[in-house]
């Protein structure tokens, strides 16, 4: 006799069902924790310390700080379930700081949540919660994911302020089918609601705003920290290679940028190009930003390519609008061609495709803005 399908899709009675909750200390993950032990689901609760936090950060509205590391055991300890701590600066630091600094110097805006999710969070969690025997990884993320035949696909969330299916654009397809995203239908005042009829301490606490390893979102400072030889003086050129200027380090600028300029003209300038092999910036007006076409790199294609035959939708920054779009395919890259203005597209972004269909917008995949 099959069992019957249970809150996350398997065939399992919930108590014979061990699942892994990634738990930042966060109101999040914890109403997630506190679902799935409610549910009657074996819960192991697992936090990442991924940095060496100092009082500055421990200050500022970050995930993945020391005070979050203490509320997760707390919150593991009030729903009386296992909670383990893996420490995985080296991992975090060499997967993604580094990367993320290295992406500045080369003129490009990155974006260390889609490395961590796609390195430390997922890859190395995936593996942990394998290694435990879990059955699921179940996270805090507001996606929704629905599973059918023992698929999961992704869509973005119901609460579309609080969608984050952007930054997992890059999840594998065996990942995609062991990750369950609870939280995916929910406004984020309901996961309040929910957290506080289940009296966890976290119910009110602030979300994090910031990159977990950027205090009060001063990237600068991360990138003079670990490369203080990266602020080399260099020319600002106009659209006509006309020197108008002098720059104090192109890690100081990102594509669309107005302020920190300091040249006078008429018209205001914005940075329309970074040029890192010649420490060079291009300024013009801002119309110069508009961009009908997109090179991409390192696609991950999360479906067939018959939902590539007509008009997608995509995002190209994190709290961008869905943008009507074609999408031409060539291996691991492809040519966006927008059916839409669009201003200030900077490489090192990720550009993110969807699809309508009869349960919202599905998650096709992605891949990175090149030049």
């Known amino acids: 006799m099959k069992s019957k399908i249970n809150s996350i899709g398997l065939e399992k009675d919930p108590k014979d069902t061990t699942v892994v909750v990634a738990m930042s200390g966060g109101v999040d993950s914890s109403t997630v924790a506190g679902l799935m032990k409610k549910d009657g689901y074996k819960v192991i609760g697992i936090t990442l310390k991924l940095y060496d936090d100092n009082q500055q950060t421990a200050k500022s509205k970050q995930c993945c700080a020391g005070q979050d590391i203490i509320d997760a055991k707390r919150v593991a300890n009030k729903l009386d379930i296992e909670h383990k701590i893996l420490y995985y600066q080296t991992k975090f630091k060499q997967g993604v700081v580094d990367k993320f600094v290295e992406s500045y110097l080369s003129g490009e805006t990155p974006i260390p949540c889609v490395q961590c999710n796609q390195t430390v969070k997922f890859k190395d969690l995936f593996e942990e919660s394998k290694n435990l025997n879990a059955d699921a990884l ?94 080399r003086k260099g020319n600002i050129k106009n659209l006509n290679g006309k020197v108008i200027g002098v720059h104090d380090g192109i890690v100081n600028f990102t594509i669309g940028q107005r302020k920190g300029i300091k040249i006078a003209e008429k018209d205001p300038l914005y940075v329309i190009e970074i040029d890192s092999n010649k420490n060079e910036i291009v300024v013009g007006p ?56 669009e201003y200030g597209i900077s490489p090192g972004q990720a550009c993110v495709f969807y699809k309508k269909d009869i349960y919202g917008d599905k998650l096709l995949g992605g891949g990175w803005i090149t030049n």
């Open 138 to 231: 179940i996270t805090g993320h507001y996606v929704k994911s629905i599973t059918k035949n023992k698929q999961t696909d992704m869509y973005r969330a119901v609460d579309e302020n609080r969608d984050q299916s952007y930054f997992l654009f890059n999840t594998t397809r065996e990942q995609l089918n062991y990750l369950r995203f609870p939280l995916g239908r929910l406004l984020k005042s309901e996961t309040r609601e929910i957290a506080n009829k289940l009296n966890l301490n976290v119910a009110d606490k602030p979300d994090s705003q910031d990159i977990c390893f950027v205090p009060n979102g001063d990237y600068v400072s991360v990138i003079q920290k670990f490369r203080p030889d990266a602020f």
């Open 286 to 341: 801002k119309e110069k930003l508009i961009k009908k076409k997109i090179k991409l790199k390192n696609l991950n294609i999360l479906t067939n390519n018959e939902d590539f035959k007509d008009e997608i939708y995509v995002k190209v920054r994190s709290t961008g609008k869905l943008i009507k779009s074609k999408l031409s395919l060539s291996k691991k890259n492809g040519i966006i061609e927008l059916l839409e203005d």
